[in-house]
């Protein structure tokens, strides 16, 4: 049986998630927001297709962390595959 990101019950803390969703700042954002509070201090965020091809991922992934007192940064990157942490 297949379902979407945000169907998905997670009941424990997350350490690392991938966010690889349809490519439209719409649905990173959904996905993402829908396993925030789950997310523990120093967890790891991957998103898949941070490049400029799929501007949506580039401007959400942007938006966590370029405004004042990010809670995300960025610990790395590699080709098209970016990683923050959370600090707060």
């Known amino acids: 049986m297949r379902t979407v990101a945000t169907e998905t019950r997670i009941d424990v803390p997350i350490s690392l998630i991938l966010i690889d969703a349809m490519h439209l700042f719409k649905n990173v954002s959904e996905d993402f927001r ?18 400029e091809e799929f501007p949506g991922v580039v401007k959400f992934v942007n ?3 370029h405004v004042r007192n ?3 940064r960025k610990i790395h990157q590699a080709h ?9």
């Open 80 to 88: 098209s595959l970016i990683v923050l942490e959370r600090v707060s």
């Open 63 to 65: 938006s966590l962390m």
């Open 34 to 51: 829908h396993f925030e509070k789950s997310i523990i201090p120093k967890g790891m965020l991957a998103f898949h297709d941070y490049r």
């Open 70 to 72: 990010a809670p995300y």
